[in-house]
């Protein structure tokens, strides 16, 4: 037998993330020097499907600065009406598994059908190490090119749940430019796949085949999350150990209790690289949409989302509110300063930081 191709079934570290992979992209820095256009101007050039204008309204999503926050509350207030005719995909797996390999093999399939597909990312760890994700410019060639594809790295930020935010936000942005599919890959770090998992329809998780121990360090909530387990790289010396983890991982599905969509997640096999399989996952997440739009599962889902990001902006913002207020900075580093001493405990200090006139 021939020696396995250890590179393709290696999962590798991440790659440093540059600020831009498309060139929509470098052109949006260019014009972002110059003078900002009007609301309406921004509004009207997204309904007509505009990249650049896409691109900046996002970076304007993505900004700390009020003003720009102000105008991407407006933008996207302002879009709204026009989101939400897509189907959300959220696709998860540590590097190196193939993901963007696979989501070019599935978009180029998507493009070709006549779909307009964009593909964003929620990498939590970009803010710490420069991250891992959509970073490098050799990542999705082909698709970068593609003018029905809108590529975007992620966010950088100091919280998952601000990276998510912003995430969420420019999905509806892509979504009035009339892009019909949203691709939301992330890497299992912390809580990144929840996170996504909370903004898709749809869940895939990308695994290789290992030396039979598939189900070992999986995180147990990730399964549970799944709407399909694609076992990737399912070519060359590698098509009988994919078939053996795809058994597995069927077993594995079956022993979670029935989902409330009514959906029986599936596990299929692909080799991205030579694009096997692909139609299969597609015709997979088809099945999926035909049957909880009969259900009504898709708008059930779709509104509990809304509530859920409803309650965590709200928390989100309470939070930013409280620690960026000088009088509780203030305090806070004087009690700070008492618990280290032990003259006070975390509970009391907490109750006289609240009780605070903020
Ligand atoms: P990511 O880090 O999850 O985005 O993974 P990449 O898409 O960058 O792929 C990691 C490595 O696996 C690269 O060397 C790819 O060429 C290789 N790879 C990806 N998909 C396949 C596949 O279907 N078959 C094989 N043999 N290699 C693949």
New binding site residues.
């Given amino acids: 037998m021939a020696t396995k191709?250890k590179?393709?079934?290696?999962e590798?570290d991440g790659v440093s993330q540059p600020e831009t992979t498309s060139k929509s992209s470098a052109q949006k820095i260019k014009i972002s020097r110059s003078k900002q256009p009007s609301i309406d101007k921004f509004v009207s050039e997204i309904l007509k499907g505009d990249i650049t204008f896409l691109s900046r309204a996002i970076t304007l999503v993505e900004s700390t600065n009020t003003k720009h926050q102000e105008k991407a509350t407006e933008i996207l207030e302002r879009c709204l009406p026009y989101a939400n005719n897509s189907v959300r995909i959220g696709i998860t797996?540590?590097?190196?598994?193939?993901?963007?390999?696979?989501i070019e093999s599935f978009g180029k399939h998507l493009t070709a059908q006549g779909k307009k597909i964009a593909v964003l990312a929620i990498d939590p760890s970009s803010s710490v190490n420069k991250g891992?994700?959509l970073g490098?410019k050799t990542?999705m060639e082909e698709l970068v090119t593609d003018a029905n594809a809108f590529i975007r790295p992620s966010p950088s930020g100091t919280s998952l749940g601000g990276v998510a935010q912003k995430t969420r936000e420019s999905i509806i942005l892509c979504e009035a430019a009339g892009f019909d599919t949203i691709i939301i890959e992330t890497?299992g770090v912390g809580q990144s796949e929840t996170a996504v998992h909370s903004m898709v329809d749809f869940f895939l998780l990308?695994k290789i085949a290992g030396a039979g121990d598939e189900l070992q360090g999986i995180k147990r909530g990730i399964i549970e999350m799944a709407d399909a387990i694609v076992i990737?790289?399912?070519?060359?010396d590698?098509i009988q150990n994919a078939k053996i983890a795809k058994t597995e991982f069927n077993r594995a599905l079956h022993l979670y209790p029935p989902k409330e969509s009514t959906w029986q997640p599936k596990v299929l096999t692909?080799?991205?690289?030579?694009h096997n399989g692909i139609s299969e996952i597609d015709g997979l997440i088809n099945e999926y949409f035909h049957l909880t739009n009969e259900n009504s599962y898709f708008t059930k889902r779709r509104n509990e989302q809304n509530i859920y990001w409803l309650k965590a902006t709200i928390e989100q913002q309470l939070k930013d509110n409280f620690y960026n207020n000088i009088e509780v900075k203030k305090q806070l580093a004087l009690e700070l300063k008492k618990l280290d001493k032990g003259n006070t405990t975390p509970f009391n200090a907490a109750k006289r930081l609240l009780g605070l006139k903020t």
Avoid at 232 to 236: F, L, R, V
Avoid at 270 to 274: L, V, Y
């Fill in positions: 191709n590179s393709a079934l290696h590798k797996g540590v590097p190196g598994v193939g993901k963007s390999t696979f891992s994700i490098d990542r890497v990308l990737n790289k399912a070519d060359g590698n692909c080799s991205a690289i030579e």
